[in-house]
């Protein structure tokens, strides 16, 4: 991922869940998605945008567990 922006957006998404299931739902319209982001103050591209929707990656459990505050268990 090549924008400093689009990276910002991707940490404040694994840091609130809220965030995150509402991207998931925007993302579906890339023009929606846009302005919901830029409301939030992300200044994503259309390219942005693309290559989150490209990207068959899903968040880990490690990254859910992190952004639902869980801990891990049994502990390491």
């Known amino acids: 991922m090549s924008s400093a922006e689009l990276s910002r957006f991707l940490e404040a998404l694994r840091n609130d ?3 995150l299931d509402e991207s998931r739902t925007l993302l579906r319209n890339p023009d929606a998605a846009l302005r919901w982001a830029c409301g939030r103050g992300y200044l994503l ?4 945008i693309q290559e989150l929707l490209d990207s068959d990656r899903e968040l880990s459990d490690d990254d859910l567990e992190q952004a639902a505050g869980g801990d891990i268990w049994p502990p390491p």
């Open 45 to 48: 591209t259309p390219a942005d």
């Open 17 to 19: 869940p809220r965030l």
